[in-house]
């Protein structure tokens, strides 16, 4: 192995270790202009003899920051008059809200017995004056928060025809316990758990495509080897334990292989192997550096970074090995590649000064920067597309970011202590 790629592998563990339908034209129509759709959004009213205020508004709260970070709508939470005789018999006067300048409404009920909770959703269309969409949910007082997350999921399906993303959650590595374990939270920085707890470093955690197992490499003992263990479960079983670095893993679409970074030939090579590390089919070859490999949506394609220009840089080969070519021309240095779920772009990051997302076409073409403010990377899409996930340092430790996909609206999400880093998305739902 060259000196160069000798200090290409540091410089990258260092950063490793520290840090279509007829809903859709309705918004064309509603919204000329491409403005964004005014969405009043009113706590849901009790109904039953328990009230709860801090619940209802915290739903409240819920759904206006999902639907605000779609990039759709202006959500702004509303209180109005409480209903007389429930949901489904107290119509809507439609003359104030339209007046008020509002497009949608979001209304709703709760009641509570104990701890079991009913409640019910319903989404208006102001300026046709109906009802688009109405779910009822039925569960215990903790899951509150999923199924007002669930309902904005609802309210993009209903507009849009595609569901959104705001019931999957974002895995992610934290240094909160003194070591690097790994952490699952919603996806706006809510509810966060404790998943690893060898008291090791756990880093470039990958989430599989049915959202049951996380793979992930750990030094617990010594080696940076690549582990796999179920969401639900305490066992880490080892996938790659082989000599030298076993890193950056990423799962197929299909969940039947494993994408990740090996040394064991001298210098790194991008292997596949099977779900439990056996049958390991070598595809590139090359005195250079190779790793983070990233599928494309269909499992055709695999990105990855290589120094064998000098700098690393991002290439694509078809997923046997075959057809390596640079993929972004631009910039001296670019990592963590992405593919978008339709495959269409992919986000990265790029030293410039500092690391900073990007984003460019499936054919490296039209790059556009997202962030411009303190040192960015890692970025990851959501599962519907409307949203990237990152890590930034800014002005302190490292956090996990979300923007939407053109850059806008990014919001430190995470709220351990400590640094919080290489953010991924679960499946939606999960």
């Given at each position: 192995m060259s000196f160069l790629q000798r200090m290409f592998l540091v410089c990258l563990l260092v950063l490793l270790i520290q840090h279509n339908s007829e809903a859709a034209n309705y918004i064309e129509v509603t919204a000329a202009g491409n403005r964004l759709l005014k969405l009043a959004v009113v706590p849901p009213q009790p109904m039953g003899a328990v009230i709860r205020p801090e619940l209802a508004n915290e739903i409240a709260e819920v759904h206006s920051f999902d639907l605000t970070m779609s990039g759709l709508f202006a959500a702004e939470r509303r209180d109005a008059a409480p209903l007389v005789n429930g949901l489904s018999l107290t119509p809507v006067d439609f003359v104030p809200w339209l007046s008020a300048?509002?497009?949608?409404?979001?209304?709703?009920?709760?009641?509570?017995?104990?701890?079991?909770?009913?409640?019910?959703?319903?989404?208006?269309?102001?300026?046709?004056?109906?009802?688009?969409?109405?779910?009822?949910?039925?569960?215990?007082?903790?899951?509150?928060?999923?199924?007002?997350?669930?309902?904005?999921?609802?309210?993009?399906?209903?507009?849009?025809?595609?569901?959104?993303?705001?019931?999957?959650?974002?895995?992610y590595v934290s240094n909160q316990t003194g070591n690097k374990e790994l952490f699952l939270m919603d996806w706006d920085g809510v509810n966060s758990q404790q998943l690893t707890s060898n008291r090791s470093i756990n880093i470039s955690p990958d989430v599989s495509p049915d959202?049951?197992?996380?793979?992930?490499?750990?030094?617990?003992?010594?080696?940076?080897?690549?582990?796999?263990?179920?969401?639900?479960?305490n066992l880490e079983v080892p996938v790659s334990s082989r000599s030298g670095l076993n890193i950056t893993g990423a799962w197929s679409p299909d969940g039947g292989r494993i994408a990740l970074a090996l040394s064991k030939d001298g210098n790194t090579e991008i292997y596949t192997v099977a779900k439990?590390?056996?049958?390991?089919?070598?595809?590139t070859v090359s005195h250079a550096a190779n790793l983070s490999p990233a599928w494309s949506p269909d499992g055709s394609k695999l990105a990855f970074v290589s120094d064998r220009l000098g700098r690393p840089q991002i290439f694509t080969m078809d997923s046997n090995g075959g057809n390596v070519r640079r993929l972004i021309t631009s910039g001296s240095y670019n990592v963590n590649p992405s593919w978008s779920p339709k495959g269409d772009k992919l986000a990265f990051a790029r030293?410039?000064?500092?690391?900073?997302?990007?984003?460019?076409?499936?054919?490296?073409?039209?790059?556009?920067?997202?962030?411009?403010?303190?040192?960015?990377?890692?970025?990851?899409?959501?599962?519907?597309?409307?949203?990237?996930?990152?890590?930034?340092?800014?002005g302190g430790q490292e956090a996990v970011y979300v923007m939407r996909a053109d850059g806008s609206g990014q919001t430190k999400v995470s709220r351990t202590k400590g640094l919080s880093q290489h953010p991924v998305w679960t499946p939606m739902g999960q």
């Open positions: 300048g509002y497009d949608l409404l979001i209304r709703g009920e709760y009641e509570l017995r104990g701890q079991e909770l009913t409640l019910e959703f319903r989404l208006y269309d102001l300026v046709a004056k109906k009802l688009l969409t109405s779910k009822r949910f039925l569960g215990r007082e903790k899951d509150l928060r999923r199924y007002a997350h669930s309902f904005s999921d609802e309210v993009l399906r209903a507009l849009t025809g595609e569901k959104g993303s705001f019931t999957s959650k974002i895995l959202g049951r197992e996380v793979i992930f490499t750990s030094y617990k003992r010594g080696n940076p080897d690549l582990y796999k263990r179920a969401l639900s479960s439990d590390g056996s049958a390991p089919n070598r595809l030293m410039a000064g500092g690391f900073q997302i990007f984003v460019a076409n499936a054919d490296g073409g039209g790059e556009i920067q997202l962030t411009f403010e303190g040192n960015n990377e890692r970025p990851r899409w959501s599962p519907d597309g409307r949203l990237i996930s990152f890590s930034s340092r800014r």
